[in-house]
């Protein structure tokens, strides 16, 4: 975990983000990355001391904006042919645009809290919504904060409330989102803004902003709505969740799926009004050259997908699994890159460090995404883990049928995934090649048994070879891996 900024290898990390930034070719990385598992230890191994804050203690501003329930392939970033978000278009342009990023959890809870810590959810403990932050875990806000930054972070949604424990290492944390349990995009934004303006540009900040815009209900604004609905559909308001239940008791009706889809692509177009707006913000502040920018997703959503529609969080197909990742660099570097690598969620801690020149922080699960810039092999032999809840109505068609409170696992391992739901006295499966099949329909368990054990064991392995949490919703703090799972997942030689 962060120790301190002093020493040889966190130099090392400053050199080569520096030049990452001149464009030039990084030979050594990979010893880099592995000196820093040597040193590894476990998140839980508390907080530095507290240095004395002096003005401009870090290079960069840190900015982190979360989209929640945004779902990767109605961006035109990613191909959709409708321009849903002009903004996150143009913040590509100066931005390293991931394609294979993975969320720790279909759940809102704990992928922020896997973006916040740099853990999974079994090691920071928010395991679904209700959970809350292990004591001891450190938060990225707590570290920055630890040396000298000024941190806030402003929430949309009663999900990410302090009771989360998230809130902790932030100077100011902003939850007020009234008795609707979600706020707009523009309110949170305007509590943002009065926190910034009144900070110095001397002072580096570290501002966590999360939008709930694309989660249901899908009420956008008139003018995304009117954009997106079919013709002559005027943009009512969204029907609440019990019409939605009914609606998909009885089954929805073509049309209804056509507009729901339409009402979500207005929220996503709202959404990306609201990343302008943080862009502009920081130009007014004169900092987003010196900002490392990270724009994400908590996790996607299935529309019309699947049997179960318009929804997420027990359903790790990719639609939710996969999510929008953009980081924008200090001085836009390596603007416009693409990079391929399946990266997490849990990489992000680890990327804020790394760049702002701390010692390479490895924690169990996340590296530097600098790493994938510079087509680091580590990355390639991961095998990343999406968690969601085990819920047999949302996959009716698994046979046995998945145990109700339980969690459900995905494990991606390049163009493999398979996705594992305990059942009452076992566990039922579906592995998807996703080079054949990006859409997964079609499980290939009966013809690639020995691709079924591999993804078996490597999941076992980031268990800690306990298969057995998967079964409980409720199941305790993971204890630090070994060294021999950390060798089984690829993260040691
Ligand atoms: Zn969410």
Redesign the pocket.
Known sequence: MPTSHRDGPSRDRLLNYRNMQAGRNFVAASLALLAGLAGLTTAAAGADPAPTPTPRALPYDVVLVTL??LRRDRLPIYGYPLDTAPNLSALARSSVVFDNALAASVR?TPSHASMLTGVTPFDHGVLLNKGRLNDGVPTLAEILKSRGCRTAGFVSSV?LSRRTGLERGFEVYDDDVGATQERPAPETLARAREWLSAIPAAEPVFLFVHFFEP?YPYSPPADCARRFLPAGEAPAPSPSFPELHAMRARGFTRPEIEVLKARYDGEVCAVDRAVGEVLRLLRERGSLERTLLLVVA??GETLDDRVWMFDHGAQLYDEQARVPLLVRFPNAAHGGDRVAAAVTHVDLLPTVLDVLGFKPQLAPGGVSLTAALRGDLVLGRRALVTLGSSEARQVPHLRPAPLEGGLAAAVRLGALKLVVYPTADGEVSELFDLDHDPREQVAVNGSRPADVHRLRRRLDAWLGGRPELLRTAAAPYLEPRDEDALRSLGYLE
Do not use: E, F, S
């Open positions: 929640d329930t809102t999900t989660h908590d996790h």
